[in-house]
């Protein structure tokens, strides 16, 4: 039997079960009626498998509804909502709550987001934007929307995808070179030399973790958990192609000083090219001091480069 993916198994759903009941049930309200997967878990990024079934594969979608439609007429779409098949294509939904399963359900827009943003709108300052951690604004923009008729949903899911302050990238970006010079160009090979290979393959470890973040970062995308970072580099436009050597020198920890000259050469290049830093050689510490430098609010310059 074919596996189907989560995401898949979701818009069929909609579409089989969910659109009819909404066009037959809400007709005058489908206007106002935004649905469709997304948030967390493997299937809303598209990274499920049959591994991964045992706990994330099941049908339903999202619904979400401003406030003031979640009062007019949220707990009669609930109720409609739950009376959809429990049973599709031999899966079954796992109950969890009167409210719906997991993230799937009838939600307000801002219940929703305020989950990842921590706030019950969109952040302002550089300050709130660094509170968030990346993978919760991939996870509140990952899947895909069915349906949005209003376009209230889909607005501040473009907010986020598009709109964070260049400065908070930069913030970020100087961090993650920072610590890449650190970890990587300075201490890895030190801690070789002092015998020390636990100490070297958790330098090496770090190092890795601030260049893909790095990537994403020089991508303008946001990270997702840990465990799905590396697999989803390869859908990135600059330097994606990294995976696989990053994939060899984690395999391969204690051989691992090519990788970080190379991948550090790459990254100093493209700070030089698309910065306008001067160019002072590979060791990285430098262009973060650098990168910093640019950040145009003064409280964000001014703070230390480690985030």
């Keep these: 039997m074919r596996y189907i993916k989560g995401l898949e198994l979701s818009r069929e759903f909609y579409h089989e079960y969910g659109l009819p009941m909404l066009l037959k049930e809400f007709g005058e309200e489908m206007g106002r009626i935004a649905a469709g997967l997304t948030g967390h878990g493997s299937e809303c990024f598209g990274f499920d498998d049959e591994v991964s079934s045992d706990h994330d594969l099941e049908p339903g979608f999202c619904i979400w509804l401003t406030d003031e439609d979640d009062r007019e007429f949220g707990f009669r779409l609930m109720r409609a909502y739950m009376k959809l098949p429990k049973e599709y294509k031999g899966l079954k939904l796992k109950e969890s709550s009167i409210y719906g399963t997991r993230g799937r359900g009838v939600h307000t827009i801002w219940d929703f987001y305020s989950y990842y943003l921590g706030m019950r709108r969109l ?3 550089p300050a709130e934007w660094l509170r968030i951690p990346p993978f919760y604004l991939a996870e509140a923009t990952n899947g895909e929307v069915f349906s949005d008729p209003l376009g209230e949903f889909t607005k501040i899911r473009e907010e986020i995808l598009h709109n964070v302050p260049e400065d908070v990238w930069k913030k970020r970006l100087a ?13 890895y090979d030190r801690c070789l030399r002092h015998g020390e290979k636990g100490a070297a393959v958790l330098s090496l470890n770090g190092y890795i973790n601030a260049l893909i973040s790095a990537v994403y970062i020089i991508n303008r995308a946001h990270m997702p958990y840990y465990k799905w970072a590396l697999r989803a580099i390869s859908d990135l436009g600059y330097y994606g192609n990294l995976k696989d050597d990053i994939e060899k020198a ?8 090519d990788f970080i000259g190379s991948s550090s050469s790459l990254i100093k290049d493209h700070l030089v090219n698309s910065y306008g ?17 640019l950040i145009e609010d003064h409280d964000l310059r001014n703070s230390p480069v480690m985030l």
Excluded: C, H, R, W
């Design 123 to 125: 952040p302002v300052t």
């Design 175 to 187: 961090s993650d070179v920072f610590e890449m010079a650190q970890k990587g160009q300075y201490n």
């Design 250 to 257: 984690l395999t391969d920890p204690l051989n691992a000083g």
């Design 277 to 293: 830093l001067k160019d002072t050689g590979d060791y990285l510490e430098g262009y973060s001091y650098g990168i910093n430098d």
